[in-house]
T-cell receptor, first 113, second 111 residues
Framework: DAGVIQSPRHEVTEMGQEVTLRCKPI?????LFWYRQTMMRGLELLIY????????DSGMPEDRFSAKMPNASFSTLKIQPSEPRDSAVYFC???????????FGSGTRLTVV | TQLLEQSPQFLSIQEGENLTVYCNSS?????LQWYRQEPGEGPVLLVT?????EVKKLKRLTFQFGDARKDSSLHITAAQPGDTGLYLC???????????FGDGTTLTVKP
């Protein structure tokens, strides 16, 4: 298995533009998580899905952020409009049922200028 | 909200030394994971512990889950430069589908 695949690896955009981050989880994993990592706040959970259904989106900062999981093999995190304070590394992770832990992707480094 | 506190926040040691990092909470967890993250990459799962008092070994790394399942420790014997990275612990409650992450311990092992 190629692991959790995220794209793009790096994104530089101007304030006000729409940004879409993509994730392909490991086949057979039923949970998918979107995290944001910054030096100041560490790893923050934004939203997670079970069987493609959003379960907890309490970590989504505001209405500018939205996430979808149209099928078991694909998820997107969208920021519209983007702001400089959204600059961070965004990780997608997936996990199977049970307490086995997560497999993370390599992340998308987002810079909003 | 379940909070995990990791200590120390930063640790810099010489190659060959031993070290222990800690992960503490006032909450009980049904399972706890340790991850290592290297610059430019996502965290990589090292181990999962689920039973109070459980000890797991992974080569030079020893992981222990507290008897009350509120805390954990990671001990590294004879540290090597390749052990350098950010070590994160994460805990999940009994009915939670998500894990809470600590802020991590940044370890630097100097050759």
């Amino acid at each position: 298995d190629a692991g959790v695949i995220q794209s793009p690896r790096h994104e530089v955009t101007e304030m006000g533009q729409e940004v879409t981050l993509r994730c392909k989880p490991i086949s057979g994993h039923n949970s998918l998580f979107w995290y944001r990592q910054t030096m100041m706040r560490g790893l923050e959970l934004l939203i997670y899905f079970n069987n493609n259904v959003p379960i907890d989106d309490s970590g989504m900062p505001e209405d500018r952020f939205s996430a979808k999981m149209p099928n078991a093999s694909f998820s997107t995190l969208k920021i519209q409009p983007s702001e400089p304070r959204d600059s961070a590394v965004y990780f997608c992770a997936s996990s199977p049922r049970g307490p086995g832990g997560y497999t993370f992707g390599s992340g998308t480094r987002l810079t909003v200028v | 909200t379940q909070l995990l506190e990791q200590s120390p926040q930063f640790l810099s040691i010489q190659e060959g030394e031993n070290l222990t990092v800690y992960c503490n909470s006032s909450s009980v967890f049904s399972s706890l994971q340790w991850y290592r993250q290297e610059p430019g990459e996502g965290p990589v799962l090292l181990v999962t512990v689920v039973t109070g008092g459980e000890v797991k070994k992974l080569k030079r790394l020893t992981f222990q889950f507290g008897d009350a399942r509120k805390d954990s420790s990671l001990h590294i014997t004879a540290a090597q430069p390749g052990d350098t990275g950010l070590y994160l612990c994460a805990g999940a409650g009994a009915n939670a589908g998500k894990s809470t992450f600590g802020d991590g311990t940044t370890l630097t092992v100097k050759p």
